[in-house]
């Protein structure tokens, strides 16, 4: 009984086919899995600059009190949106 070497080996046209498909599906995940992503991003960014805003309104109406708290409120916001 002879044994086909290692080099003899054709891949079926099948097999290719398939392990295309299979590429192009993870392709497209990772693809849509990074655009959803992406989108999550924007609208936090987007609600850090709204609260950073309405900080710094609430800032320039207070004319007395305490403005360390309402200040470090509006570092944070900023700070966090840095880190995304």
Known sequence: MSHPSPNDYQPQPKTEEF???MLKQEYFFL???IE????????????????TGL???????QKQGEPGLTALIGTTIPLFFWVL
């Open 19 to 21: 392990e295309l498909e």
């Open 31 to 33: 693809q849509n899995t």
């Open 36 to 51: 959803d992503y992406n989108k999550q991003i924007w609208v936090i960014k987007a609600l850090g600059i709204t609260g």
């Open 55 to 61: 900080v710094i309104n609430q800032v320039l109406q």
